[in-house]
């Protein structure tokens, strides 16, 4: 009888999909001595690249239940796949901490409730006469931000992990093939990719990371799963005003919804992900900066420099994501709308022990 190991090293794994959840499935697979296969119309035009990376998991206020569960487990995972991956990226790293500020009183209310009753070493409100407030409360020309710090949350480059991911993909020999696959059906216990240039495709199981398109691809009549489109949107604006120094405020932070990241002096990454769309509205600009009363003069005046998209999942009907064995080989992850960086390590882990287990 043939061992799992040698049933992993010559069964063959689909992936459809590359972006970071796709990638992060096939990492984890690869390492088990699957042959995996990713395919994916364009990796670089998918989701993943216009994601910020902000791992907000010890901030997250509801403390129970399967989301809870997916962040805890991604908040353990997260440290060690790091370490791993900076043998194909020395760079390779966490920002800490993370800051989450609020102008509002009753949401402030509820931060210190949170922090109350979780008593997390790691989590705290920060004083009035905190660095992170009074530099942030002068930067935009403020009194009224309060909020708390995270020392374990932070923000990992998107862009450095997905490269980083292919280095590391590129070295275990994972296929990457880029197309479309428009049909996939089973056959003598094998699955069968067809793909748009009319190429098919045959493994042992076929994973759907393709965020919306995986709908097209199995029946809803039976598996009745619904997806809406959720626009993720960010902007790099540029800044004229020799008295703002940008790179005072805190390294990564949230202020009322809105992501902040501070790249230098004069620049700054504005990012936001709660628009039901496909197509950015044309007043972008105002959309991401509208998260104080009074916008601060370098912020009126500040020029769009880049600006870029991202076209997510929500699930409809059910929570978020989307991580199940539809049939026998065929599994979907999919719906990360917020969270597809910070979940990647606990969608992946997921995935092992189903495949382990369909092996068995």
């Known amino acids: 009888m043939k061992s799992l190991k040698e049933n992993f090293q010559k069964s063959h794994i689909i992936i459809i999909g590359s972006g970071v959840i796709g990638k992060f499935n096939a990492l984890e697979l690869s390492e088990l001595g699957f ?13 993943s690249n216009a ?24 908040i353990e995972l997260w440290p060690k796949w790091i370490e791993f991956l900076r043998e194909y990226n020395q760079e390779l790293n966490i920002e800490k901490p993370l800051i989450q500020l609020t102008t ?22 920060l004083d009035q006469n905190s660095i992170f407030i009074k530099n942030t409360n002068k930067a935009f020309q403020t009194k009224d931000m309060k909020g708390m710090v995270s020392s374990n949350d932070g923000r990992i480059n998107t862009t450095s992990l997905l490269k980083t991911l292919d280095t590391y993909l590129k070295n275990k020999k994972v296929k990457f093939i880029e197309d479309k696959i428009i049909k996939i059906r089973k056959s003598n216990n094998q699955w069968i990719a067809t793909s748009k240039n009319n190429q098919e495709i045959k493994s042992e199981i076929i994973i759907l990371c393709n965020s919306l398109d995986a709908i097209d691809l199995i029946d809803n009549l039976s598996h009745n799963i619904k997806l809406k489109p959720v626009l993720g949107q960010a902007i790099e ?10 790179l005072s405020l805190p390294k990564q932070l949230n202020i009322d919804g809105k992501n902040i990241i501070p790249i230098s002096k004069e620049k ?18 105002d959309k991401l900066t509208n998260f104080l009363d009074t916008k601060p003069n370098w912020l ?7 600006k870029w998209f991202g ?22 992850c999919t719906g990360f709308y917020k969270n597809g960086i910070l979940l990647a390590p606990a969608c992946s882990r997921w995935v092992a022990k189903e495949v382990e287990k369909y092996f068995s």
């Open 51 to 74: 994601a910020l990376g902000l791992l907000m998991g010890n901030m997250y206020q509801k403390r129970k239940g399967r989301s809870w569960s997916l962040r805890k487990q991604s």
């Open 300 to 306: 009126m005046k500040g020029q769009i420099l880049k």
């Open 268 to 285: 700054l990454i504005i990012g936001s992900t709660d628009e039901y769309s496909t197509k950015p509205e044309n007043d972008v600009f």
């Open 35 to 47: 042959q995996i296969t990713i395919i994916d119309p364009n990796q670089n035009k998918n989701s």
């Open 104 to 125: 509002n009183e009753e949401k402030f209310k509820k931060l210190e409730k949170f922090i109350h009753e979780t008593n997390d070493i790691n989590l705290r409100i």
């Open 311 to 332: 076209i997510r999942s929500r699930p409809d009907g059910e929570p978020s994501p989307i991580m199940k064995n539809l049939e026998n080989g065929l599994f979907i």
């Open 237 to 246: 604006i540029g800044v004229n005003d020799s008295e703002v120094d940008l």
